[in-house]
């Protein structure tokens, strides 16, 4: 629901003339997550599907997988994200699409991948957060486990794909790629992950804090949270300076950061009984004339507006056709992207612009819109 657009959202921003494969009757299933809506199209849709265009096609027909293989045959690159086995029972999988373009680069969104047992296991993000470990490490450190706030696995998995069909293409000769939820999260927790394969344990949980580096957390300040980032011993001593306590440092149970992790409980109490003396907009300012990585703790409006008032705004403004003006959250990639995205489109938006490049007349789209092989948009 989420990897799979969210990577073609991605490419579509990278230049990619990206065509979404869509149910006549309904469409993508997001298009129904809401609320809230705009213009009739659920946020949770609009969120990763500008600039993309939309062919509404019923691959339960046979016209439709024809349709669907003339599309594939025509395509530098096929992406699928179907429970697994889906694409081949609809007549568009790997070797069927293969048949008719070899160098087709052909990418699998799946749960928990082909070879694993039991097979077919259906793989949304919130499973996959609890079966990678990923909710394990997730919450306070009393409690139970939290999954993370935004569907995070479906993103690394999205962006993972991205690079492998990127990379791909840049061969040139054709692949078979399968990008499963389960391994993105597994992947995704690399230093947790990769201490526990060191050390046999199970990792803890610590809130905000970070398992191998202190101070790397979220403190109280007279006015909000601040996030701190001492990385290393120059970092910790500039931010002890900043803060009017140089005795901590000379301490031998905080001059090193393996002493810090070690007696964490000891330092973090004696921090946070400073930085709630002041205002987090004074200790951001000081600690970042020190060069101490540090920010405030804000809310996602807050968060947008900031980034606005810095100087570039992390949103672009698309003419959406019911919507209209819309604000939709931009790229993050500077310098390689489009710079007039276009809107997440209305289903079947452009499935009689797709079919006329197939070479379909007029005459055939009506017939095939008539017949419920296709949907127009209304």
């Known amino acids: 629901m989420l990897a799979g657009p969210y990577c073609t959202m991605v490419l579509a921003d990278l230049g990619a003339d990206v065509v979404k494969v869509e149910r006549p009757q309904g469409g993508d299933e997001t298009r129904a997550w809401g609320p809230p809506f705009a213009g009739g199209e659920a ?23 024809q349709l669907a293989l003339d599309l594939c045959a025509r395509a530098d690159a096929v992406v699928e994200n179907f429970k697994l086995g889906g694409a081949e029972r609809l007549g568009v999988g790997y070797e069927q699409v293969r048949e008719r373009n070899p160098r087709v680069v052909y990418c699998s969104i799946s749960g928990f991948g082909s070879v694993r047992e039991p097979k077919g296991r259906p793989g949304y993000d919130f499973i996959a957060q609890a079966e990678t470990g990923l909710m394990s490490i997730t919450g306070p450190e009393e409690g139970p486990p939290f999954k993370v706030g935004v569907a995070l696995v479906d993103v690394l998995a999205g962006l993972h794909a991205t690079a492998a069909i990127l990379a791909a293409l840049y061969r ?8 499963p939820l389960l391994d993105s999260g597994l992947a995704g927790l690399v230093n947790v992950a990769q201490n526990a394969v060191v050390t ?43 803060i009017g306590r140089d005795d901590l440092p000379a301490d031998e149970r905080f001059a090193s950061n393996a ?25 951001v300012e000081r600690l970042d004339a020190a060069g101490v990585p540090v920010g405030k703790v804000r809310s996602v409006p807050d968060a947008l507006a900031a980034a606005a008032a810095a100087g570039r705004a992390a949103t672009v403004r698309v003419d959406h ?21 276009s809107p997440p489109p209305l289903l079947g938006e452009h499935t009689a612009q797709v079919l006329r490049e197939l070479g379909r007349s007029e005459e055939e789209v009506e017939r095939l819109a008539a017949r419920g092989v296709v949907a127009l948009a209304e």
């Open 200 to 242: 046999g344990r199970e990792p803890e949980r610590h809130g905000n804090a970070h398992p191998n580096i202190v101070p790397y957390q979220d403190f109280e300040t007279a006015s909000g949270r601040i996030a701190i980032a001492a990385g290393n011993d120059g970092l910790f001593r500039a931010l002890c300076a900043a």
């Open 172 to 179: 040139g000769e054709g692949a078979r790629i399968e990008v």
């Open 259 to 283: 002493a810090r992790v070690e007696h964490r409980r000891q330092l973090i109490p004696e921090l946070q009984e400073r930085l709630r003396d002041r205002p987090a907009d004074e200790w």
């Open 321 to 341: 056709p019911t919507a209209g003006p819309l604000d939709l959250v931009a790229s993050p990639i500077w310098g390689a992207t489009t710079s007039d995205a």
């Open 43 to 65: 946020a949770y849709y609009l969120s990763v599907n500008r600039g993309k265009r939309s062919c509404a096609v019923d691959l339960s027909q046979p016209e439709g997988r």
